[in-house]
C-alpha cells in the first residue's frame, strides 16, 4: 500500500510526513511518499492534499506543476481510492473560494470558502489555536473521535457547505466554524491533524486504515 502526500511547495511538510509515517507504521499501512510527479500520484492507493497560506496561492501552486492539477482531480474522482485534504487542502475541495479573489477549486464537497466572521466582535480573525470539535456525522476516519475532543486551528477562512450532511464536524467560535467535511471517498480537516495529538494521531490512522 502506498500513501502519497501531495508536494507543491505549499509549506513544510516535515510534521505531516513524521506524523503518516509514524502511523503507517503502528498500522503496518504501507509506504508514505511525499511527491509532486503526478504519476506517483496516480499509483498512490491513498492520497492527501495539504495546504497552507491562502486559497489562490495554493490553486496557483498546484497549476504550477505540469500535471498534478489532473492527477488530483484523478485521484478524487476514482471511487475507492481515499482522499484526504488538510486545512487549505480541504478548503480546495470546495466548489470556490473567495479569499482574495474568486477562484474555482475542485467541486468535489459542493461549498464556498469565506472569511471567518464570528457573531463574538472580539474574537479575534485568524482563528488560531486548541479548539473542541462538535462531532455530527459519521464516517470510518471519525472512529474514536468524539465531541470534545481538541484540534489545533490556524485559518481565516472556512468552507461553507451546500449540503449540510457533507459536514461532520465543526467547532464553536462566534458561530459554527467547519472543522471536518467528508462525501464518498474524499475527506477533509481544517485543522492541522498532525499538530492536533492524539485526536490527529487517531485520525491519521484511521484514514490509513480505511478500505471504502
Known amino acids: 500500500m502506498l500513501t502519497v502526500l501531495i508536494d507543491y511547495d505549499s509549506g513544510n511538510l516535515h510534521s505531516a510526513r513524521k506524523a503518516f509515517e509514524r502511523m503507517a507504521r503502528e498500522e503496518d ?79 468535489a464537497i459542493g461549498g464556498t470558502v469565506r472569511r471567518i466572521e464570528p457573531d463574538d466582535r472580539t474574537l479575534k480573525v485568524p482563528h488560531m489555536g486548541w479548539n473542541d470539535l462538535v462531532v455530527t456525522g459519521a464516517h470510518p476516519v471519525l472512529e474514536g473521535v468524539q465531541t470534545g475532543d481538541h484540534a489545533y486551528f490556524v485559518h481565516s477562512y472556512q468552507m461553507e457547505v451546500d449540503e449540510p450532511a457533507d459536514r461532520l464536524a465543526h467547532v464553536e467560535y462566534g458561530g459554527p466554524v467547519t472543522a471536518i467535511v467528508g462525501r464518498d471517498t474524499v475527506i477533509g480537516t481544517q485543522f492541522h491533524p498532525e499538530k492536533s495529538q492524539r485526536t490527529g494521531l487517531r485520525l491519521i490512522g484511521n484514514f490509513l486504515r480505511w478500505t471504502p
Request: net charge negative; glycine share 14%.
Open 29 to 107: 499501512a504501507g509506504a508514505i511518499l511525499v511527491s509532486s510527479r503526478p504519476e506517483d500520484v496516480a499509483r498512490a492507493d491513498r492520497v492527501v492534499l495539504p495546504g497552507d497560506g491562502a486559497f489562490p496561492a495554493c490553486r496557483r501552486g498546484l497549476r504550477g506543476y505540469e500535471g498534478l492539477d489532473e492527477a488530483v482531480l484523478e485521484a478524487i474522482d476514482r471511487h475507492g481510492r481515499p482522499f484526504m485534504g488538510i486545512c487549505v487542502g480541504m478548503q480546495m475541495l470546495a466548489t470556490r473560494g473567495l479569499e482574495y479573489e474568486e477562484v474555482a477549486g475542485f467541486d
